[in-house]
């Protein structure tokens, strides 16, 4: 299963990005989409998930600020992030969990879009 990312870029503090991750492959079903992230000299943390049940869990940091959103039958994955911050920056990973089309679990990651939050 293949990720692709996109939607990254530089914006001024207070402004808005979408982020978007497409999947693609044979896949059968996503038990989670969501989106990660790690800044510069900092571990990988999770910015928000989604679960095939609907459930969403976001990080506290970004509570508030920052919606995902999945479309199924595009098998696509969205990240709205209002109200950006300097300390979002970083580079964003698409996450995404399932079976394939062999009933084998995957665990995939996307290459990664940087994010950058500044004036």
């Known amino acids: 299963v293949q990720l692709v990312e996109s939607g990254g870029g530089l914006v001024q503090p207070g402004g808005s990005l979408i982020l978007s991750c497409a999947a693609s492959g044979s896949i059968f079903s996503f038990n989670a989409m969501g989106w990660y992230r790690q800044a510069p000299g900092k571990e990988r943390e999770l910015v928000a998930i989604t679960s095939s049940d609907g459930s969403t869990n976001y990080g506290d940091s970004v509570k508030g600020r920052f919606t995902i959103s999945r479309v199924d039958p595009l098998n696509t994955v969205s990240l709205r992030m209002n109200n950006l911050r300097p300390e979002d920056t970083a580079v964003y990973y698409c996450?995404?969990?399932?079976?394939?089309?062999?009933?084998?679990?995957?665990?995939?990651w996307g290459q990664g879009t940087q994010v950058t939050v500044s004036s």
């Open positions: 996450n995404a969990r399932g079976y394939d089309s062999n009933w084998k679990t995957f665990d995939s």
